[in-house]
């Protein structure tokens, strides 16, 4: 499959292309697909991964190819494999993954990624998300597992059943807050506890903000500003775009 216009783009800004193919598919939780694949040299060729990381898959929207990105899951470099995890709502993206069986192959573009974990370590970290970012929320919890952590984690509409995050009962304290008016009900709730959570003094602490793009940008705004989180204490990337 070709990758059109945005194909060239990303090759212009240096993208790496791979093809990864299916090794297994299961649904971890209600709303997620979990796809496991050997990853076609990228692993090897990027010298590992790092937290959050993520690459652009590309599927097939009425003959048009159509590129999202998505957080690998459980990277193992030396085995050359990691997982996606998919958030089920309707598009090509959810089609692809609901019917991926091994042996499936997809192609990948790995361009604009790029994260560090804070320096000095946080004496308390600070997530928002939703389940777009829910990977990548896994993933650096998974890198600073003994860092208190709070968060703030919007629901689908009608969700029902319990996110697959990966928590630490006695270091992790999670608020659910069910998705309304457009990201305001999050933004609301975030506005009311975080800065109890944060205290006086907010400079130990380090923020990550990942939701939909105009919520993501509110938040990292009132964060700043408001709360006085130095800048470099704070990293906010809108996943999505609310149509």
């Known amino acids: 499959m070709g990758h ?21 598919a299961e649904e971890p939780a209600d709303g997620f697909r979990r796809v496991a694949v050997t990853d076609g040299g990228l692993l090897a060729a990027t010298g590992g991964a790092h937290p959050t990381m993520w690459v652009r898959l590309w599927f097939d929207r009425s003959g048009k190819p159509h590129q999202r990105a998505y957080t690998l899951v459980d990277p193992d470099p030396q085995a050359g494999t990691f997982t996606l995890e998919f958030a089920l709502h309707a598009g090509p993206a959810t089609d692809w993954a609901l019917a991926a ?10 361009q604009g990624t790029g994260f560090s974990l804070p320096d000095p370590a946080p004496s308390r970290l600070v997530v928002i998300g939703d389940p777009a970012s829910l990977p990548a929320i896994n993933s650096l919890l998974d890198a600073l597992p003994g860092t208190p952590a709070t ?6 509409p009608g969700t029902a059943g319990t996110p697959p995050l990966r928590l630490d009962p006695d270091r992790h304290t999670l608020h659910r807050v069910a998705r309304h008016g457009r990201g305001a009900a999050l933004i609301d709730a975030v506005r009311s506890g975080l800065p109890g959570v944060l205290g006086e003094d907010a400079s130990g602490a380090y923020v990550w903000i990942a939701c939909d793009t105009a919520t993501t940008r509110a938040l990292s705004a009132y964060v700043r500003r408001d709360l006085a989180v130095p800048k470099e204490r704070v990293h906010a990337l809108g996943y999505w775009r609310a149509g």
């Open 101 to 110: 069986r091994p042996g499936d192959t997809i192609d990948a573009t790995l």
């Open 4 to 24: 059109g216009w945005e194909g060239v783009v990303l090759k212009l800004m240096r993208g790496r292309d791979f093809t990864f193919t299916v090794t297994a």
């Open 151 to 156: 968060l703030w984690y919007e629901d689908a």
